[in-house]
């Protein structure tokens, strides 16, 4: 587990004692639990062919991140489309294979 600090202890703290109360109101929280099951619903299948680079690269990150790397796939494509996937200016990014490099396959 990740360390946290005393702020977090302090919060994780009260959470286990049961002292922390929601201040959502009962249609906040059917509206969070309506986006959260409709987010979370996953009835389609969907195949594409990747570089293996760019999959080890993928999978990598998620392995950085903690999570399956299909999961990182669908979480980046539905930022993608909700518009929440920020492009950064002249992002560089650390990739297996350095730009421009052929592949055995080319």
């Not at 979370?40 to 993928?58: C, E, W």
């Amino acid at each position: 587990m990740a360390k946290i600090d005393a702020y977090e202890q302090d919060i994780l703290t009260a959470f286990e004692k049961g002292r922390l109360k929601s201040v959502a109101t009962k249609g906040e929280l059917e509206k969070l639990k309506a986006a959260a099951r409709a987010t979370a619903v996953k009835d389609r299948r969907v195949n594409i062919r990747l570089s293996s680079i760019d999959l080890g690269d993928i999978q990598v990150k998620a392995l950085e991140e903690g999570i399956p790397y299909q999961t990182l796939i669908a979480s980046v494509l539905h930022k993608y489309v909700s518009g929440r996937l920020v492009e950064k200016t002249k992002a560089t990014t650390a990739r297996s294979t350095p730009p421009g490099r052929k592949h055995a396959a080319d």
